[in-house]
Every structure is written in C-alpha cells, then in structure tokens.
C-alpha cells in the first residue's frame, strides 16, 4: 500500500487519539507516548517532498491543532512534541513558527529550553533566524532574573557548550543582569580544566558586555588572574582578551591585575610585550626603568 494511501487515515486516528485521551495516565516513558511520536512523525513527514504530499495541509493541519489542545500529554515532552509537529508541518518556516509559537504562548522558562535548545546548540539554521532569537529574548525579558538566569544556565551547559556571539547577543545573553552573569561564567570556570574551555568562558564574558563594578571584579579576581597563572597557553588568552573584558581597570584591582600580568611575563618572558600593550590599551600608564631607562614597564602609580 502507498503512503498516500494509509497516512490519511493514520493521521484520523491519531487526531481522534489526541482529541479523546483525557482517560489516558501517561508517564515521560511510557509506550502510549511513544507511539504518538511515532505517528506524529510518520504522518508529517514528507511534507515538503516534491509532488503530491501523503497528508494534505489542512488535515495536517488539524492533526497538531488535536495535538496543541491534547492536554493530557505531559507538560513538558507536550510541549516537545509541539514544536517537533509545528515545525514538521511548516518545513521551510521553522524559525518563524517558533517564533509566533513564543509569542502567542509565553511559555515558561523550561518549555522555552525544551522548545528551543536542541536548535541552539547545534550549527542549524534555527540559530541564524532573527526573529526566533528575539522571540526568545522578548520572553526572557518577562520573566524573573533568576529565572533567566536558569535558563541560560542550563542552556550553556558544561564547559564544551558554545553558541555563537550573534546567536548569544540576539537572543538576550547581554539583557541577564551583572551579578547572575558573573555567578554563571565564575561557576563554568571552576568546571573549565583545558584552555579551550576557558577560551570560551571569556567569550561568553565578552558577549555579556558586564558593566557593573562589582560583577568585573568578581570575574577579574575569579577568571582572568587565575587564567594569567594557570599556564602559558591560558596566560596567552587572558592578555588577549584582557582590552576586551576589562574596557577600564575597576577601581581597587589595579595593582593586583599589573601584577598578575607581570608575574606571567616573569614566567614566559614571550609574554611581556604583550602583556604592556594590553595594561596600556585599558588606561595604564608606563614608565622607563632598568639603568639606561630603555624598558618600558607599567607605572606603579596606577596601582589603586
């Protein structure tokens, strides 16, 4: 039999399935679960197949309004199953089904992770369309500051984790206030034990563009300094990103930056040039010492 033959009514049975469970007990794992989603997905599929499709759209269309108003799913796989079946029967709209799908739901912190992460995360086309990002932004923006805080928590994951700044920039990652940015990019550190994963603590630090006083001497005593004494790879990134995460030297933190920077350059003599460059670009001052006056070092008169 051909699939244009059985979808049809595959999808009549699972609508009136979806429409008529409110008697059904189902866990996260159970087998009636299972077998939804592998209905849901087997009519949807092809959907944007060349020719004729096996489901045509308004009967696609009533087997996810069945499934938007199946309240007896549980919460969460619900909402997955949701979005997997919008965007299964709107193929070349992704983004912008997701995005009304936000919009018009305002769901909570974690059917917004369960909705949007997967795409996030991975190289897809979901992180490169604008408006999704920004539906997820304008929904942050809404919710509590410790809730977004969880979200983007449990969004960046472990220390292998990295989105791109654009991504991480338009779907609100600056809007998180100070202090629960400088707790998550402290705590992801404590977990980062290769450079490449401290790298991209300091990238996350950059895109946050962290204003508050408090929060950048938190990260500087907790990030940067320790980066400058970890070893000479990680040193090399702290005073490459130092211009670009410090803007200007928060107030008591001069000496004890200068001198972590001084002593990496004790240790890998490579660095010293690099570290003054980076001291200076950030507003300190230097002076000449040694017995001809020819070295260049960072003045002791910026030390607050």
């Not at 009636?32 to 308004?58: F, Q």
């Not at 001497?217 to 990103?241: F, K, S």
Request: net charge neutral; aromatic share 4%.
């Amino acid at each position: 039999m051909k699939r244009t033959d059985f979808v049809p009514h595959q999808a009549a049975a699972l609508t009136e399935l979806l429409a008529d469970g409110d008697d059904f007990v189902v866990s996260q794992d159970g087998a009636i679960l299972a077998y939804v989603e592998s209905l849901l997905n087997d009519c949807l599929r092809d959907l944007d197949s060349p020719g004729t499709a096996p489901l045509g759209p308004e009967k696609a269309r009533a087997l996810v309004e069945s499934l938007d108003n199946g309240g007896w799913l549980p919460g969460l796989e619900h909402t997955r199953l949701r979005v997997a079946a919008h965007a299964r029967s709107r193929p070349n709209r992704v983004g912008e089904t997701l995005a009304a799908w936000i919009a018009l739901e305002g769901p909570s912190a974690p059917e917004l992770f369960t909705a949007v992460s997967a795409g996030l995360r991975q190289q897809s086309p979901l992180q490169t369309d604008a408006a999704l990002l920004q539906a997820v932004a304008s929904r942050l923006a809404d919710l509590p500051a410790e809730v977004q805080a969880g979200f983007w928590r449990d969004l960046l994951g472990g220390p292998g984790t990295r989105l791109p700044e654009q991504t991480l920039t338009t779907a609100g990652w600056p809007l998180l206030p100070d202090a629960f940015t400088a707790e998550l990019l402290i705590d992801r550190y404590s977990r980062a034990s290769k450079n490449p994963d401290r790298r991209a603590v300091l990238d996350l630090w950059k895109a946050a563009d962290v204003k508050s006083s408090a929060a950048r001497r938190d990260l500087i005593q907790q990030i940067l300094i320790p980066m400058l004494e970890a070893n000479q790879g990680a040193a090399e990134l702290a005073i490459l990103y130092l211009p670009q995460l410090m803007q200007a030297v928060p107030k008591g933190m001069g000496k004890a930056v200068r001198e972590a920077v001084e002593a990496s350059a004790t240790k890998w003599s490579n660095l010293a040039q690099r570290g003054t460059k980076a001291l200076k670009s950030v507003g300190y001052s230097t002076e000449r010492a040694g017995l001809l006056r020819l070295r260049e070092r960072i003045s002791r008169s910026n030390d607050n």
